[in-house]
């Protein structure tokens, strides 16, 4: 089968191919240009009543040995597994495919401690992009996230003493230039109340500066300025950088890792306390 890459797979071809072998099963014997020559495999399920059959058994393998999201392997669910020797699709997708299809963002054990330790962070905070146009680390897919959670807040932020909240110039260059190099974190689409994403995105900031969300194909030409303002009402965080492909929040010289929050509030309320029995106004 002959497929043409369009915008925006069309910019990094490797991955793909990687996202067609994935979904198909099948193997890129051939590319040229942006078209990939996909070969279907000498093992290929040409009987349909056995194929849907295989497919039925994909689904009734348990869930708790697959670490994609519900409607994740529902979308996996899709892919038409190929069979080994003995014609076992059940097998074969519990041997293979889990690797391919339901683990496909991971990167393998060779990989870089900074290739890994981005893995685990990003496995952390939600269900991955699997169909990222970029190269791996995928991000994680903010429509997945949950659009409201229960009890959120506004977090509590505090600058350090002697220090101004805003941003110089020169401290905003140094950040976006910081920020170009750093792996996509979130991919962001139809998500709109994004009380899921922002507490995702403050789990995040425990581990880093910054916060690089990439708008989806697709809403790319919708004012998406709606978005990155209600991210930074959520967060409180700084927008450093916004256009039509990508929005950058920075944590703020006045974000409080979760120990340190809990510290100064608890540092304050003591003062609070203090103050009232020796009855100076609070």
Not at 148 to 159: E, I, L, N, Y
């Amino acid at each position: 089968a002959a497929v043409r890459v369009v915008e925006p797979l069309r910019r990094c071809m490797d991955r793909a191919r990687e996202i067609l072998e994935i979904k198909s099963g099948g193997l890129v014997v051939w590319t040229k240009g942006d078209i990939h020559f996909v070969y279907r495999g000498s093992n290929y399920l040409e009987n349909t009543k056995h194929r849907h059959k295989s497919i039925a058994d994909i689904q009734r393998v348990p869930l708790e040995k697959c670490t994609a999201p519900e409607p994740q392997w529902k979308h996996e669910s899709n892919t038409e597994p190929s069979t080994n020797h003995n014609d076992d699709a059940h097998g074969v997708f519990r041997e293979i495919n889990p690797s391919l299809a339901v683990h496909a963002y991971e990167e393998p054990v060779e990989g870089t401690l900074y290739e890994r330790e981005v893995n685990r962070l990003l496995d952390s905070l939600g269900p991955r992009f699997v169909d990222w146009w970029w190269n791996t680390p995928l991000p994680v897919d903010a429509d997945l996230l949950p659009e409201v959670v229960p009890g959120f807040k506004t977090p509590f932020r505090q600058c350090p003493p002697g220090v101004r909240p805003t941003l110089a110039d020169d401290e905003l260059t140094y950040l976006r230039k910081l920020a170009r190099p750093l792996p996509t974190h979130f991919a962001l689409g139809r998500n709109t109340r994004l009380q899921g994403l922002a507490t995702a995105v403050l789990k995040l900031w425990e581990n880093s500066l910054i916060a690089k969300i990439a708008v989806k194909v697709g809403i790319q030409n919708t004012n998406n300025e709606q978005m990155a303002w209600n991210l930074k009402h959520l967060t409180g965080g700084t927008i450093i950088l916004r256009n039509k492909d990508f929005i950058i929040l920075y944590r703020g010289k006045d974000f409080l890792p979760h120990g340190v929050k809990q510290s100064v509030i608890k540092q304050e309320a003591r003062v609070d306390a203090q103050q009232r029995i020796s009855g100076f106004p609070a």
